[in-house]
């Protein structure tokens, strides 16, 4: 059977706007056979939608088998689709096909969040939408973006192949499983900081120190941060965000920001529990990950090698790809009313 035409909708609107089977042809590229039928079967339904009964018949996708696997997700959304497929004797197209077009499921990856209550959506749709608005006004591109993560010498699982069926992200978070390690390997945590067109040298907190506000301010905002920021913005203004973390949202830290920031967004019109929204989160952290973390380290010494030298490598071009994205996930939460998107 031939497929449908992709072009049927502007093959029709060309059509009520009077132009000839020929003009619509060239317009498009397509055939006109197919101008010619898209517009006699138009007037003959009088609407573009599929006939009853179009498309092959179904062979796997049954009523039965759809149950089936519906209840074989509940028991284990964890179970992949491969397994499952090879379970109950049927392709694994025909598995795919079932998971998503009935059950209206999609494979997400297995990741690490807090869990957000509807308190918490609330709080974090209404900051969602004031970061927004802020925006347009093309804030994010003088905005300077912070984070600390902890880095390991130990290989990273693979979590593209660890993953879990749900019909959204909110229930692959609730459907969330422990990854347990073997091991405590050694780790550091490291300090980012990224903006539009530039980068803050990575900052390494040595093992034993606790960051606390005054280890925060005094060793890394005053010594790292801002005379880098200086240097990079001159006389321009910037933002400084940071996330939720006690040591950023104390009384010292907070007024420090005040004092020698030329703006910064306060503790209280950052979303809290939102990695979602930062792109050292929802990007930059995970390009270093892959890179530095998909092979074992001998020390601590090799792992900051590692980090350093990907971090230099991270072009302004992916920096300004990253950060015009910053809108885009603002929109999906104020679409999700606050709730996960990743």
Same mark, same amino acid.
């Given at each position: ?20 089977? *020929? ?22 339904? *009088? ?68 869990? $957000? ?14 970061? $927004? ?11 300077? #973006?912070?984070?600390?993560? $902890? #880095?390991?010498?130990?290989?990273? #699982? ?27 390997? +050694? ?5 980012? +900081?990224?903006?539009?067109? *530039? ?8 093992? *034993? ?37 006690? +040591? ?87 679409? +999700? ?6």
């Amino acid at each position: 059977m031939t497929a449908a035409s992709p072009h049927r909708t502007l093959i029709v609107d060309f059509y009520k706007r009077g132009l000839s089977t *020929g003009d619509i042809s060239k317009r498009l590229g397509v055939h006109r056979n197919t101008v010619f039928a898209t517009i006699r079967r138009f007037n003959q339904l *009088g609407h573009l939608k599929d006939r009853t009964g179009r498309g092959r018949p179904r062979t796997v996708r049954t009523p039965a088998k759809i149950k089936a696997v519906r209840e074989k997700v509940k028991r284990n959304a964890h179970r992949s689709m491969k397994k499952m497929s090879d379970d109950m004797d049927i392709s694994y197209t025909s598995m795919r096909r079932i998971v998503r077009k009935e059950l209206k499921m999609t494979s997400y990856r297995a990741t690490k969040a807090a869990i $957000l209550s509807q308190a918490n959506k609330e709080k974090r749709l209404i900051k969602a939408k004031r970061l $927004l608005a802020g925006t347009h006004k093309k804030d994010h591109l003088i905005t300077i #973006f912070s984070d600390e993560k $902890l #880095f390991s010498v130990e290989a990273e #699982f693979n979590s593209q192949n660890y993953r879990v069926l749900a019909t959204n992200i909110q229930q692959a978070a609730d459907r969330g499983k422990t990854i347990h390690r073997a091991s405590h390997p +050694a780790s550091i945590m490291v300090f980012g +900081a990224v903006c539009y067109d *530039g980068k803050c040298p990575l900052v390494f907190v040595e093992k *034993g120190v606790q960051i606390n506000q005054k280890y925060y301010v005094e060793e890394i905002l005053e010594k790292h941060v801002l005379p880098w920021a200086q240097k990079h913005f001159g006389q321009k203004k910037y933002i400084f965000q940071q996330d939720g973390a006690p +040591a950023h949202t104390a009384k010292m830290a907070q007024k420090w920001c005040k004092d020698h920031f030329p703006a910064f967004i306060p503790k209280d019109e950052w979303p809290a529990s939102s990695p979602d929204l930062n792109p050292l989160d929802y990007s930059v952290w995970g390009v270093l990950q892959n890179k530095v973390c998909a092979r074992p380290h001998a020390n601590i010494e090799a792992l900051k090698k590692s980090l350093t030298e990907e971090w230099d490598k991270l072009s302004v071009q992916y920096l300004r790809a990253t950060i015009d994205a910053f809108p885009r996930q603002l929109r999906a939460v104020v679409a +999700a009313k606050g709730g996960r998107i990743e």
